[in-house]
């Protein structure tokens, strides 16, 4: 069983980023749902508000410019039911962010997972109870 | 319980028939049409408090088949009458066919997104029964309505509002709640579709088990739609323990202008009005 649980995270989060349905009250027609993307970089800024939480990134891009990305999710109440709290993200932190991107490419996206650098995973979707 | 059983078996095959006769016809009692995961669920179906929805649930929680859309009644929206049609050509929703970056849709104003649009938000709401009446505290806009079940009708002469009249009463295990006295300043669902004064709305809920409640209504509109819109069935999780929070969720216009700001307009590519 214990060799078994690095497929069964694997399929876990396969299953759960197929099956995550993107929710903003906003509308989901800004963002790109069919080409999910994983930024890396440090938080400059960690939003806990409604209506949305959001998270600001600089991010070096492959010319070794910084890139400033602002990404959201659902709103606090959702993500704390999804295992967030209001602190588990902080300046200074360094962080992997999976989103949807914009599609008018600006640095904006809706963000599907978090990893921070402990490895722990931010997820957006409830788990079963 | 199969591990129960076993164990009953080992010892003594009698007490494991005397067993199966006693559980079997608990459980095809609680036969539902909600697919169950667990025969725990099974068994806490039998436990379900009759007439009684009080609980906290919400409709985007993981875990549930065939939960149904949400943010729309159905797929398949009833034919629209030139009236509604016009209304829906000019609205520009976030979600949909119509789907658009630049929304116009009139929650983002903090409108009220109002009845039925709300009852399939993903957002959790409270059900509290009274002798006389039952209400609903939405975690969404913070914003409640009663259902009155002590027998009266629906006054007459209504001014229109945002939540309507509501009355309910039981027909056997179903819960169901007939609301008219609606404004039509509230879009019908996030896709756009418009509804009238006229609205004649009608939703039935049930507890299949402990854990859940289901909801399908019937949207009766004829300045709007030529023919009776059903909903699929809405499936809702009852939340619990630390799971059941509703924070304060108000929609503050400087909120959604800075988010506006931040966020939406950098996504769009343009400014947004």
Known sequence: ?129 | MKRRLKIRYRFTTPVAILAAVLILPAASFAQTDVPKSTSAKAEKAVQTPAHNLSGMYEFFARGVKGQGIYNTPSKDPAPMTPWAQAKYDAAKPGYGPKASVDTTDPILRCNPSGIPRILYWPQPFEIVQTPERVFMFFEHERVWRQIWTDGRSHPKDLEPTWMGDSIGKWEGDTFVVDTIGLNDKSWLDAYGHPHSEELHLVERYRRPDANTLTMQFTVDDPKAYTTHWESDTKIYTLLRNEKAVMEELFCIPDEEDAFTKRIREPAAGRPIN
């Open chain 1, 1 to 129: 069983m214990k060799g078994k649980l690095p497929i069964v995270l694997v399929l876990v989060t396969i299953l759960l980023i197929v099956q995550g349905t993107l929710f903003a009250h906003h509308g989901n027609a800004a963002y790109d749902d069919k080409a999910p993307a994983t930024i890396k970089g440090t938080v400059t800024e960690f939003q806990w508000v409604n209506p949305h939480v959001q998270i600001y990134v600089d991010v070096k891009n492959e010319q070794g410019e910084i890139v400033h990305w602002a990404c959201e999710t659902f709103s606090p109440s959702k993500a704390f039911r999804s295992g967030w709290t209001k602190d588990v993200l902080k300046p200074g932190d360094q962080v992997a962010v999976t989103v949807y991107p914009a599609k008018s490419h600006a640095p904006v996206g809706f963000i599907r997972k978090v990893v921070l650098a402990n490895g722990k995973e931010l997820g957006t979707e409830e788990q079963a109870q």
